[in-house]
C-alpha cells in the first residue's frame, strides 16, 4: 500500500534530518539516539538551540558546537539524492521500515544503506550468520557450502560479510541453492570488497553503515561483525583462530543474546582454535544444518529434488548431507564398498559429488 503524501513527505524529512546528525562530526550511533530520545526526533533535535543541546546526556562540548552545520546538512541532501539515483534504499532508526534485529544492539546504526530486497527481519530473526577465516581449509569450505545451501533450502537466510573463504562459500551457496543471502560490508554498497565478488554481490541484498563511495577500511571491519551478528538468531563460526573476526563476531552474538555455534576441527590446527575455544564456553556442537535446525525447532533439511539416478546412487547423494568419509557413507548408504565406490565414481562423472580432503560431498 502507497503511503499518503503527507506521512512520506514526514518520513522523508525525519530521514534527512537523521542523515544530517550522522554526517555531523563528533556524532556516532549512541550521541544521535541520545538526541532524538531527548527530543522525541532528529527534526525536533535539529531544530533545537544551543542551550537545549547542552542538556542532553552524553554531549561533550565538541559535539554540541558542531551541531546544527550547514556542511551536514548539504552532505545529507546530496545522499539522499544519490541514493535515489542508484537504487539505494535508505533506512533510518525510529522510522517504521528500520529492521527491529538491530535493537539487540547496545549502538544500532542511525542510518543504514540497502542495495536489493530487504527481507523480514523482526527481533529475532530467521537467518544465520555463518563466518570463518579467509584462508580456510579445503574441508571448511565444503561443509560452509553445504550448511549454507540446506538453511536456505529450509528457508532460512544466510548473512555473512563478504569476505574471502568461508563468507564467500556460504553467500554463494545460498544463492545458488535458491535463497536469500544477506551481505554485511565495512565499506558501502556501492565500493564492493574484494573485487572478485563484484559478480556475487548482484546476487546479493548487501547491507552497510557507510555512505555511498566509503572505501573499505580496516577499523570498518570490526564494527561491521556486528551488524552480522545482530541480524542473525544465531552465528556459526566454521573456522578461525582465537584473536580473529569470527571471534569477534561470535562475540557480539553473544551480547546481542544470540545463539553460537562451532564446527569442531582437526587438534592442532590454529584454523579450529576459535571454535574449540567456543566450543569449550558452550557454543553448540555443529556438523551439519540440521544442528542448527533442531536448536531453532525450525523443522528439518529439505530433501532437495534428485535427479532421476538408480537406486545404489540416490541413497548417496541423499547421504552427502554434509561432507562423509567412505566409512560414513558405508554406514548411512547400506551399500558394499565395491558399490558405493561404483556410485560415487557415476556421481562424480555427472557432477554431483566431489572429493576433497578425503571427505565427499555434494557439489
Known amino acids: 500500500m502507497t503511503a499518503p503524501p503527507a506521512a512520506t513527505a514526514a518520513h522523508t524529512a525525519e530521514l534527512l534530518a537523521l542523515l544530517t546528525l550522522r554526517f555531523t562530526p563528533n556524532l556516532g550511533p549512541r550521541r544521535i539516539e ?20 547542552r542538556q542532553v546526556a552524553g554531549l561533550d ?15 545529507a541532501q546530496a545522499e539522499l539524492q544519490k541514493c535515489a ?7 533510518g532508526r525510529g522510522l517504521a521500515d528500520y529492521p527491529a534485529a538491530f535493537e539487540s544492539l547496545g549502538d544500532p546504526p542511525a542510518a543504514l544503506w540497502v542495495l536489493g530486497e530487504l527481507p523480514e527481519l523482526p527481533t529475532v530473526p530467521r537467518s544465520i550468520g555463518i563466518v570463518g577465516t579467509r584462508a580456510a581449509s579445503h574441508h ?13 533450502r529450509a528457508g532460512v537466510v544466510v548473512v555473512s560479510g563478504m569476505a574471502r573463504g568461508i563468507d564467500t562459500e556460504a553467500h554463494t551457496a545460498a544463492v545458488e541453492a535458491g535463497g536469500v543471502s544477506l551481505g554485511i560490508l565495512g565499506s558501502a554498497v556501492d ?17 552497510s553503515e557507510y555512505p555511498l563511495g566509503t572505501p573499505p577500511a580496516q577499523h570498518h571491519f570490526p564494527t ?40 569442531p576441527g582437526r587438534a592442532g590446527d590454529p584454523r579450529a582454535s576459535g571454535p574449540h575455544k567456543l566450543l569449550r564456553e558452550g557454543a553448540v556442537l ?61 556421481l562424480q562423472l555427472m557432477g554431483l559429488a566431489e572429493e576433497v580432503g578425503g571427505r565427499w560431498a555434494r557439489r
Open 140 to 152: 571448511a569450505l565444503s561443509l560452509s557450502r553445504q550448511i549454507a545451501a540446506d538453511l536456505a
Open 191 to 207: 565500493h564492493i570488497y574484494p573485487s572478485e565478488n563484484v559478480p556475487l554481490s548482484r546476487r546479493l541484498t548487501l547491507i
Open 286 to 346: 555443529t556438523e551439519t544444518a540440521q544442528d542448527i535446525l533442531d536448536e531453532f525447532s525450525w523443522g528439518t533439511v529439505s530433501a532437495e529434488a534428485l535427479p532421476d539416478l538408480p537406486p545404489e546412487q540416490a541413497k548417496v547423494l541423499r547421504a552427502l548431507h554434509a561432507p562423509q568419509t567412505l566409512d560414513d557413507l558405508v554406514h548411512a548408504s547400506g551399500l558394499s564398498v565395491p558399490e558405493l565406490q561404483t556410485a560415487l565414481v557415476m
Open 85 to 91: 539515483a542508484q537504487g539505494v534504499t535508505l533506512l
Open 224 to 263: 561491521r561483525n556486528r551488524l552480522i551478528a545482530a541480524l542473525s538468531a544465531g552465528v556459526l563460526v566454521v573456522e578461525g583462530e582465537r584473536k580473529s573476526g569470527s571471534m569477534i563476531t561470535a562475540t557480539h552474538a553473544l551480547e546481542c543474546g544470540r545463539t553460537v555455534f562451532a564446527v
Open 34 to 53: 541520545a538526541l532524538r530520545q531527548h527530543f522525541g526526533s532528529a527534526q525536533a533535535a535539529l531544530g533545537a538551540g544551543l542551550g537545549e543541546w
Open 61 to 75: 562540548s565538541k559535539s554540541v558546537a558542531a551541531l546544527g552545520s550547514p556542511k551536514a546538512a548539504a552532505l
